[in-house]
């Protein structure tokens, strides 16, 4: 927890990053937790894009498996193992963040994970979450190592973008007219996270409701 608390901010409609939002247990508690979920079989990977590069960010699924630009029950891309179910615990997460983002979590119902893990040479272009079907925001909680994080807009790669720190138990959200809001981590500032979280690099699970059956 900073000395002097950061202020919530406004990163585009419907988008908002919340400092310093998931409390130091319960960061190392997910930390234990991704260790299990990224563990064989439907463990952690670096996902193969069609064109034939490796993305940078090594990942894990929970409730449907990602891949580009699907979803699936099964690793189709890999070895074909049923993706690990989606716990409990995150979907209750993601009922808080919407709490602590909007004031009210409504129905939502997330039912998807993915967990992405940065080392100190990681990157993650510009992009769009958009294989969803639903509309329901995106929630997303950042462990470890302080990531940039550069929020766009819905109608290109390009400016204008906010950069922003998100550091350890770092809370965004975004939905409405930023659901489909371009946004990318263009760095990682290695060494920054409390070496008691016992995590080396920066872990971002995000959470979505897929809208699939």
């Not at 958009?130 to 997303?140: D, F, G, I, K, L």
């Not at 720190?165 to 990682?188: K, M, N, Q, W």
């Not at 971002?204 to 897929?210: A, G, P, Y």
């Amino acid at each position: 927890m900073e000395l002097i608390p950061r202020p919530r901010s406004v990163l585009g409609p419907g988008a908002v990053h919340v400092p310093d939002w998931l409390p130091f247990d319960e960061q190392r508690a997910l930390v234990a937790d991704c260790r299990r979920w990224a563990a064989p079989p439907a463990g952690m990977r670096h996902t193969v894009l069609p064109g034939g590069g490796r993305m940078s960010v090594r990942t894990v699924c929970l409730g449907w498996h990602w891949y580009p630009y699907r979803y699936s029950r099964t690793l189709d891309d890999q070895d074909g193992a049923p993706v690990k179910p989606f716990p409990a615990g995150l979907r209750e997460l993601g009922r808080r963040a919407l709490e602590a983002a909007y004031g009210g979590a409504g129905d939502h119902e997330p039912d998807v994970a993915l967990i992405n893990h940065y080392d100190a040479d990681a990157r993650m272009g510009q992009h769009r979450d958009r294989e969803e079907r639903s509309p329901a925001p995106v929630v997303s909680v950042s462990l470890g190592d302080t990531g940039v994080f550069r929020f766009g807009n819905p109608a290109g790669r390009g400016r204008p973008w906010t950069d922003v720190e998100l550091r350890s138990g770092d809370l965004v959200v975004f939905g409405g007219e930023s659901r489909l809001a371009y946004h990318g981590v263009p760095r990682i500032r290695p060494g920054t996270a409390d070496p008691a979280l016992g995590l080396a690099g920066r872990l971002n699970i995000t959470l979505r409701v897929s809208g699939l059956t």
